[in-house]
């Protein structure tokens, strides 16, 4: 099981103080909402949770287990879904979630891709190459990439943005999954739609 403290995460951009004093916790189980406007400093907050960067002072201390994790073990312990990640497009979402747990040193079985990429309903085109999809279809590869090896940690940076109802149903039911394994999810939004899926809110004011 995963714990998660921030205690008085702080960063600056270019002279512009984006975060000041953030602290949060989760526990196992928890959904803990990250909501606030555009501009607002969610993105920053996830991307430092996740490990993409670092903080310019505070500390975030993710425990596996009881056992500390170092910045190289939280990121490998996180899946994480943003915008702004690009896909390899020349892949098919099968080879893609094959080259995800490749690169994490834990290969998946056939049929557990195959699940996963149904699950997201993309299952029908596992094989075509993903510079034909949509954003929503997009999106949907980068959650199965995101969920396909059980992570503990789950970070969704504005899960929904290009997804239509549908897609938002796909994103509610990885939630609620991640929830019933006793993982940690972080959800940064500003469409209040999506609060009901959270245990826990945390808003940043810009």
Same mark, same amino acid.
């Given at each position: 099981?995963?714990?998660?403290?921030l205690?008085?995460?702080a960063?600056?951009?270019?002279?512009?103080?984006?975060?000041?004093?953030v602290?949060?916790?989760?526990?196992?189980?928890?959904?803990?909402?990250?909501?606030?406007a555009?501009g607002s400093?969610?993105?920053?907050l996830?991307?430092?949770i996740?490990?993409?960067i670092?903080? $310019?002072?505070?500390?975030?201390t993710?425990?596996?287990?009881?056992?500390?994790?170092?910045?190289?073990?939280r990121?490998?312990?996180?899946?994480?879904?943003?915008?702004?990640?690009?896909?390899?497009?020349?892949f098919?979402?099968?080879?893609?979630?094959?080259?995800?747990?490749h690169?994490h040193?834990?290969?998946?079985?056939?049929?557990?891709?195959?699940?996963?990429?149904?699950?997201?309903?993309?299952?029908?085109?596992?094989?075509?190459?993903i510079?034909?999809f949509?954003?929503?279809?997009?999106?949907?590869?980068?959650?199965?990439?995101?969920?396909v090896?059980?992570?503990?940690?789950?970070?969704?940076?504005?899960?929904?943005?290009?997804?239509?109802?549908a897609?938002? $149903?796909?994103?509610?039911?990885?939630v609620? $999954?991640q929830?019933?394994r006793?993982?940690?999810?972080?959800?940064?939004t500003n $469409?209040?739609?999506?609060a009901?899926?959270?245990?826990?809110?945390?808003?940043?004011?810009?």
């Amino acid at each position: 099981m995963m714990t998660l403290e921030l205690s008085s995460i702080a960063k600056t951009y270019n002279g512009r103080r984006v975060l000041r004093d953030v602290s949060l916790s989760a526990s196992p189980g928890d959904v803990v909402g990250i909501l606030g406007a555009n501009g607002s400093g969610k993105s920053t907050l996830v991307k430092v949770i996740a490990g993409v960067i670092r903080a $310019d002072s505070g500390t975030v201390t993710c425990k596996r287990d009881g056992r500390a994790l170092d910045a190289h073990a939280r990121r490998a312990s996180c899946g994480f879904v943003a915008p702004y990640l690009a896909l390899y497009e020349e892949f098919t979402p099968y080879e893609h979630l094959q080259l995800h747990a490749h690169l994490h040193g834990a290969p998946c079985t056939a049929e557990h891709i195959a699940t996963t990429l149904a699950m997201v309903q993309i299952g029908h085109r596992a094989h075509d190459r993903i510079h034909t999809f949509s954003s929503g279809m997009k999106q949907r590869v980068a959650l199965a990439c995101a969920v396909v090896l059980a992570p503990p940690l789950l970070v969704l940076d504005e899960p929904g943005s290009t997804l239509d109802v549908a897609g938002r $149903d796909v994103c509610d039911v990885i939630v609620r $999954d991640q929830t019933r394994r006793g993982g940690i999810t972080i959800l940064a939004t500003n $469409d209040e739609r999506e609060a009901h899926l959270c245990s826990h809110i945390y808003r940043i004011t810009s």
